[in-house]
């Protein structure tokens, strides 16, 4: 089985702080991919990463930054967190190039103050 | 500009019965189509997918239709379970070449025993 973690369930951090995200996929994942969950929005796209160093801006990756220095590993940056960052933070990761299906981890429930 | 639309915030459904949910894009280009499962305090599932060249999918109790002409997408479940009770995700992929998908606001579906 495909398993996709997340360094935390919940995280509460202060505006102007500076948050790390961290996710893990443990089946060798090509694509690798942030999202955050809001109420009525569903799931947006912050930025992907389709290969070691290799990162794409997706549909709001305002605020975000991202980093994969190991196959395995994307992390997701929030340089200064601010309230409106306040979300559901979703990994996931996707076999190669072409595939269709993704891995989702637990999420990040991050909760700026 | 939400391209991928789940009118139905939530759906109350008798087990044993049918579940129709339902999903409207916008964007013809869209090439292949996936709904995906969410249970509280997890990441989605995948569940079913479409290609752009099919009508329909079936897998066991889910069934996916896609109605081209009316960029309509619908998942059925025949029949309900109780443990069907989640929130459910359509998920459109961007034309070929990329790895962007779009997805819908979620519909919560409650199969009442």
């Known amino acids: 089985d495909v398993k996709v973690t997340q360094s935390s369930r919940y995280l509460v951090k202060r505006t102007g702080e500076k948050v790390f995200l961290e996710c893990v996929q443990d089946?060798?994942?090509?694509?690798m991919f942030w999202y955050r969950q809001d109420p009525g929005l569903g799931l947006r796209l912050i930025y992907f990463?389709?290969?070691?160093?290799?990162?794409e801006k997706g549909d709001i990756p305002e605020g975000y930054s991202v980093s994969r220095e190991k196959k395995e590993r994307f992390s997701l940056i929030l340089e200064s967190a601010s309230t409106n960052q306040t979300s559901m933070y979703l990994c996931?990761?996707?076999?190669?190039?072409?595939?269709?299906?993704?891995?989702f981890g637990p999420g990040t429930r991050l909760t700026v103050l | 500009d939400q391209q991928v639309k789940q009118n139905s915030p939530s759906l109350s459904v008798q087990e044993g019965r049918i579940s129709i949910l339902n999903c409207d894009y916008t964007?013809?280009?869209?090439?292949?189509f996936l709904w995906y499962k969410k249970y509280p305090a997890e990441g989605p599932t995948f569940l079913i997918s479409?290609?752009?060249?099919?009508d329909k999918n079936e897998d066991g109790r889910f069934t996916v239709f896609l109605n081209k002409s009316a960029k309509h997408l619908s998942l059925h479940i025949v029949p309900s379970q109780p443990g069907d009770s989640a929130v459910y995700f359509c998920?459109?992929?961007?034309?070929?070449?990329?790895?962007?998908?779009?997805f819908g606001t979620g519909t919560r579906l409650k199969v009442l025993a």
């Open positions: 964007n013809s280009m869209f090439d292949y």
């Open positions: 998920a459109a992929k961007r034309p070929s070449g990329t790895y962007k998908y779009i």
């Open positions: 996931a990761s996707s076999p190669w190039r072409g595939a269709n299906e993704q891995f």
């Open positions: 990463s389709y290969d070691v160093k290799m990162k």
């Open positions: 089946m060798d994942h090509e694509n």
């Open positions: 479409i290609s752009s060249i099919k």
